[in-house]
């Protein structure tokens, strides 16, 4: 058996195993959005954008009510209660003509890289912001004074502080003036977390066994743990990044990529004779969610709760082998992560080289630990004073033995054929006076998704279409004071609320909904945060059916009405708002509709009645069914009749236009017509006489050649059946029946043949009598996501509740002349 299937297969076990546990049932690991909004459907949304693109940095001040935004040769300041409003400040900071032209000779990208890309912007203190930019391959960094928001006369070094590449991985953090930065740096550098500014310069162990290999980093935090810490302890910022692993003795995990998390300590001062100027405290462990070697971490976000030691982190991974493809959200508590820290160490092994698993004597104090009191009791007062057995160990085991394993050992969300690319998190206190997350998580294409953690799952509230145009979510940061979600991407920057209660239009819907910042009130849905009584309100997060008056909502829509003749069939469509409900029909009032009943097709759109019956006559209710929850969607009335209506067969006889008689008009009249009339006819005559001319006077420029070379670029329409691959060589095969536009050339006519007028269109139905099939074009089912299921032609067998129309459709085209056609249209349709 060859390496690359045997990879395959222990991928697939890897799968099996740990994203696929028993603990949970599989729908819950590819959930379903409740709702699909699409971007037209969008309301109360503020836009920011100027002749600038890459709006990836944001940084707000919610006391201060400004959103700085960081964009390529750009730096704004927005008004975060509505960053539309035109009043904002900017500071262009583009590249000189010489420092463009000197990106150019080094063979830079002219489309992307040799512009100023703005990936640092920070506050330094109570006046300045600090910024640090890509500067065309040459970073620059600079202090901007906060009122009056101009750029200053001079810049900073960025060479150690700031990226060349605007597209590498980078994170940094100003804390108590020092600069906390990580990134590959120099041109072609290794990848480095470095502390500059005017705190003691410190930077990683460059060593033949690096402590970071090939590294891509992706966010940082600051876990403030010398707070009420009774050991003692200092503060420590955490880093979350990919790194490669090379491991000859693995066949099939040779330069795999791996997620892991490091940590260094603010008051690290490096060693004294060994590790000068670099870390002391520097550890890292490998960060597992669900395929360990094929997960990439895309984004990290810190939930902090008031203290340290309850803070949580949530990661947003693609896990990617060969074809597939999905995306994972996983939670870790820094309890776990410390643990683990905590636990024992990896050495290196030359001979095999492979990282194993350290069981010697490990030195005191233990290495890698922050100074704490017990550490000074023993005239250890800083890093410096450290032993050198301890810095030599710190050099040589910076990997730990265990990985750091998500809360509850999985995934609590998993997504297919989705890349998330950003997540950000806000807890919110419900109705029940619980605690929940609330997950905004950015994918690849302009979507967000909008989740809420109950208990060990995640229900997906909605999905929204923020962009219209395709594009990556590149930031998303959360305004809990303007209730506001701010999304960074490309294009520009959007504003959109955190709650949108107005959304949910009936107190069914609103509890269905799961939304924490939503309750039904008794007249509307609002939010639960600004509402005066919160004691009237409604919401069920547990269960998400309980509150509402009845299990069956009867406040349905007006009655549509449809006339079929009998053998005919009819399409009673049924719009569901919800993805994760059902259709259940209803006939008569009371009676449940008879799947079974072979003229019944039941879809996710609509009911189609085939060959209609007399007895089939009569009152159809679909009702949407969720959650045990009942909500009548649509009402029809159907009529099915035995002949066509007389009346009607004269009313489709075609109009006959009769000149008017002298018994009509007046002889004055009469005259005026006749002369009319002539004078029409004449014309016509000379119009006509003079394209004719026109036309043989370019053919006899033209001759023959011209005649025989014009084509003219048709699409040709084919109808491919299922045995058609058997027929044809040189088609491609096809699953299933289908139709398929196939562009290229009309056949060439003859020169001696004219090309026949084509037929008159038929006169369009009333809509009563289309039979419903006029809207087939337009059912496309939203389903799990952005997908959509759509009705085709399809040879096989399927399910009955959720089949194809091929036999609806062949009937519904040989009967459509058969159509019922009515003078008058029911007073109660619509």
Request: hydrophobic share 35%.
């Amino acid at each position: 058996m060859d390496q690359p299937l045997i990879g395959c297969l222990l991928a697939l076990c890897a799968i099996t195993a740990t994203g696929y546990s028993s603990k949970r049932s599989p729908v819950n690991l590819d959930a379903t959005p409740r709702i699909t909004v699409p971007n037209n459907e969008l309301s109360d949304v503020r836009q920011f954008s100027a002749n600038v693109k890459n709006y990836s940095t944001l940084l707000l001040e919610d006391d201060k009510g400004i959103l700085y935004v960081g964009a390529r040769g750009a730096i704004f300041s927005l008004n975060s209660s509505d960053i539309s409003q035109r009043s904002q400040k900017d500071i262009h900071w583009e590249v000189t003509s010489e420092e463009h032209n000197e990106c150019l000779k080094k063979g830079r990208n002219n489309q992307t890289e040799c512009f100023n890309h703005i990936r640092l912007l920070q506050r330094f203190n109570e006046t300045h912001l600090y910024a640090c930019g890509t500067n065309a391959f040459s970073p620059k960094c600079c202090f901007i004074d906060g009122k009056t928001f101009v750029l200053p006369a001079q810049f900073e070094e960025g060479k150690e502080k700031c990226p060349y590449d605007p597209a590498t991985g980078y994170t940094g953090l100003i804390i108590d003036g020092g600069l906390y930065t990580a990134t590959r740096y120099e041109f072609r550098s290794l990848p480095d977390i470095r502390r500059n500014l005017y705190q003691r310069t410190l930077k990683t162990e460059e060593s033949p066994l690096h402590w970071l290999n090939d590294a891509e980093f992706v966010s940082s935090a600051l876990i403030p743990e010398s707070l009420n810490a009774e050991v003692g302890d200092d503060d420590k910022i955490y880093y979350f990044f990919n790194e490669r692993v090379i491991e000859e003795s693995s066949s099939f995990l040779d330069k795999t990529q791996v997620a892991s998390v490091a940590r260094v300590c603010k008051s690290d001062m490096g060693g004294k004779k060994i590790l000068q100027k670099k870390w002391t405290s520097f550890l890292k462990a490998r960060l597992v969610c669900s395929m360990p070697y094929y997960e990439t971490l895309k984004s990290a976000y810190t939930l902090e709760l008031g203290s340290w030691d309850t803070a949580i982190f949530y990661g947003a991974f693609i896990l990617q082998w060969r074809n597939m493809e999905a995306s994972a959200i996983c939670q870790y508590s820094i309890s776990d992560i410390q643990k683990v820290f905590d636990g024992p160490y990896m050495e290196y092994q030359d001979s095999s080289r492979k990282w194993s698993r350290y069981n010697g004597d490990v030195p005191k104090p233990r290495p890698g630990s922050c100074i704490t009191d017990e550490f000074r009791s023993n005239g250890y007062n800083s890093s410096q004073d450290l032993p050198n057995n301890v810095l030599d160990f710190v050099k040589l085991h910076p990997l730990m033995y265990e990985k750091v394993k998500p809360v509850g050992e999985q995934p609590i969300l998993m997504k297919k054929n989705i890349i998330y690319t950003r997540i950000a998190v806000d807890r919110v206190t419900a109705l029940d006076n619980k605690q929940y997350d609330v997950l905004f998580i950015g994918t690849g294409d302009g979507w967000i998704h909008k989740a809420v953690v109950i208990n060990s799952g995640v229900h997906i509230i909605e999905e929204i279409q923020v962009f219209k145009e395709r594009q990556p979510v590149e930031n998303l940061v959360i305004s809990k004071k303007q209730n506001s979600l701010y999304v960074g991407a490309p294009s520009g920057v959007l504003q959109i609320p955190l709650s949108s209660c107005d959304r949910y239009t009936s107190c069914y819907d609103c509890v269905l909904a799961r939304n924490p910042y939503c309750g039904w009130d008794g007249d509307a849905c609002s939010d639960v945060l600004t509402s005066e009584d919160r004691v009237r309100m409604t919401q069920d997060m547990q269960s998400g059916i309980g509150g509402c008056l009845n299990s069956t909502d009867e406040g349905a829509s007006v009655t549509k009405s449809r006339t079929v003749l009998k053998g005919d069939d009819v399409l009673l469509q049924c719009d569901l708002k919800s993805n994760l409900a059902r259709p259940k029909w209803v006939v008569n009032s009371s009676y449940p509709l008879d799947e079974s009943d072979v003229h019944f097709r039941v879809g996710n759109d609509g009911l189609l009645i085939m060959d209609t019956l007399l007895e089939h006559g009569g009152e159809y209710s679909c009702y949407s069914e969720e959650n045990g929850l009942r909500a009548a969607v649509a009402l029809y009335t159907l009529n099915v009749l035995l002949e066509l209506p007389k009346e009607k067969l004269y009313s489709e006889s075609t109009p006959v236009i009769q000149l008017p008689t002298a018994a009509s008009l007046s002889s004055n009249k009469l005259e005026f017509v006749y002369i009319s009339i002539i004078t029409i006819l004449g014309g016509l005559c000379v119009v006509l006489s003079v394209v004719l001319l026109y036309v043989s006077f370019q053919q006899k420029r033209k001759g023959k050649y011209a005649m025989s070379n014009s084509r003219s670029t048709n699409v040709e329409l084919h109808t491919v059946s299922s045995n058609f691959k058997d027929k044809a060589d040189d088609i491609n095969n096809y699953s299933d029946g289908c139709l398929q536009i196939i562009p290229g050339e009309a056949p060439t006519m003859s020169p001696s043949k004219e090309t026949p007028p084509p037929p008159p269109p038929p006169p369009p139905l009333p809509s009563e009598f289309t039979n419903g099939i006029s809207t087939l074009p337009n059912m496309l089912r939203k389903m799990n996501g952005n997908s959509y299921m759509l009705l085709r032609q399809n040879e096989e067998a399927s399910s009955p509740l959720y089949n194809s129309f091929t036999e609806e459709l062949s009937k519904i085209l040989e009967k459509r002349k058969h159509t019922v056609l009515v003078d008058k249209l029911d007073e109660s349709s619509v």
